[in-house]
């Protein structure tokens, strides 16, 4: 089946440095991918939607600059967490549909997270 | 845009019980409907998945769902629930019109022994 790899699975960095998240799909192509961001104990939270090729979607409230997202090929996004702040530790996810297998009906397909701790 | 709803934070069943984890969305026309589950520290697995035909849904680990579109419901049940089945689940709601999807709010499951 689909499978998204995403790396690091945790990292602990000092406040005012950035942090790389890697999102892979590794057996399909993804022209789209979704960063969340998951508080403890609640739902998830979209981010943003990373497109291939094109500049990523930001919901409402996200800091842009803050969050810098990349989606270089169709099997890679990244987001990176500039300039990190202990209120930016969470736990983020990404996920990707695999399209060749329909259309929206498609499920997602979720990366195991990273659990980022700024000191 | 759709949304969905999921009105137990938590819920707690003795082992070998049974299970019924409630859902209901909101979109103006057909669903596409997921039930999603997080172990701790852990991405999300797909359970299982509505978007035509049968209404009733069969997915891993035993689970099955309903879709009910008179009570705009897709509720996640177990005949017979497990210790490995303590995790959080998550309905999410996509729609044919729009690549996003939804979430709920999640459902935390905790199985007494």
């Not at chain 2, 299982?48 to 009910?68: H, M, P, W």
């Amino acid at each position: 089946g689909a499978v998204v790899s995403q790396h690091p699975s945790w990292v602990i960095c000092k406040s005012g440095t950035s942090v790389k998240i890697e999102c892979r799909s590794l057996d399909f192509q993804a022209t789209t991918m979704f960063w969340y961001r998951q508080f403890p104990k609640q739902s998830l939270m979209l981010m943003a939607t990373s497109n291939e090729g094109s500049k990523a979607t930001y919901e409402q409230g996200v800091e842009k600059d803050k969050f810098l997202i990349n989606h270089a090929s169709l099997t890679l996004s990244t987001l990176t967490v500039t300039s990190a702040h202990p209120e930016d530790s969470s736990f983020y996810i990404c996920s990707a549909r695999d399209l060749g297998m329909g259309h929206y009906n498609s499920p997602l397909h979720f990366g195991n997270g990273t659990r980022l701790t700024v000191t | 845009a759709q949304s969905v709803t999921q009105p137990d934070i938590h819920i707690t069943v003795s082992e070998g019980a049974s299970l019924e984890l409630r859902c209901n969305y909101s979109y103006g026309a057909t669903p596409y409907l997921f039930w999603y589950v997080q172990s701790p520290g852990q991405g999300l697995q797909l359970l299982l998945k509505y978007f035509s035909g049968d209404t009733l849904v069969q997915g891993i680990k035993g689970f099955e769902a309903e879709f009910k579109r008179s009570q705009s419901s897709f509720n996640l049940r177990k005949p017979s629930v497990h210790w490995s089945d303590a995790a959080e689940y998550f309905c999410a709601v996509g729609a044919m019109d729009n690549n996003d999807m939804r979430f709920g709010a999640g459902t935390r499951l905790t199985v007494k022994p």
